[in-house]
């Protein structure tokens, strides 16, 4: 039994799988793919607007309206927003994001999401740290310069 927020490391030779939510509803995110041992991470976040507080992020030259840091990873990252909409900054680009959208954040890459129009709740996976390997939100005036990997277009 799973929670929210919680994970399970399917191994396709275990399968098949089903989910049974009994007579509640439920919503089951399967990223598949083949990542290493080492993996940045995954969960659940909600972001409101709020009157901003300290940042601990890098400083940014957009508008914000919450109290999510520009930061960037030493893996790619996944986003799939499960509820709301909001704008999200990927590098110098910026973009609307809403429910089933899904942003794919390459290593190294600064990203934020500076505004809700209305509350976002997603989940984001962590792909297999690379390079130093360090875990978390890397913050260029904390950690140093970040290490980008180039984008495939």
């Known amino acids: 039994m799973l929670s929210e927020g919680q994970f399970w490391d399917l191994h396709e030779a275990d399968g098949p799988f089903t989910a049974d939510a009994g007579d509640r ?7 598949t793919g083949k990542w290493g041992t080492e993996l940045g991470g995954c969960g659940i976040f909600e972001l409101t607007s709020s009157t ?13 309206s919450t109290n999510f840091d520009s930061h960037y990873h030493d893996c790619d990252e996944y986003w799939v927003i499960i509820e709301g909409a909001g704008t999200v900054v990927v590098g110098s680009r910026s973009f609307e994001v809403e ?11 600064h990203h934020d999401l500076p505004q809700v129009r209305s509350n976002v709740k ?4 962590e792909t297999t740290l690379e390079g130093k390997k360090r875990f ?3 913050w260029e005036h904390k950690h140093g310069p970040a290490d980008v990997r180039p984008e495939r277009v």
């Open 99 to 109: 429910v089933g959208d899904c942003v794919a954040i390459g290593m190294g890459h």
């Open 122 to 125: 997603g989940a984001y996976f």
């Open 25 to 31: 509803t439920a919503q089951v995110l399967i990223f």
């Open 136 to 138: 978390g939100h890397l």
């Open 52 to 64: 901003l507080g300290s940042s601990k992020g890098d400083p940014v030259s957009y508008p914000k």
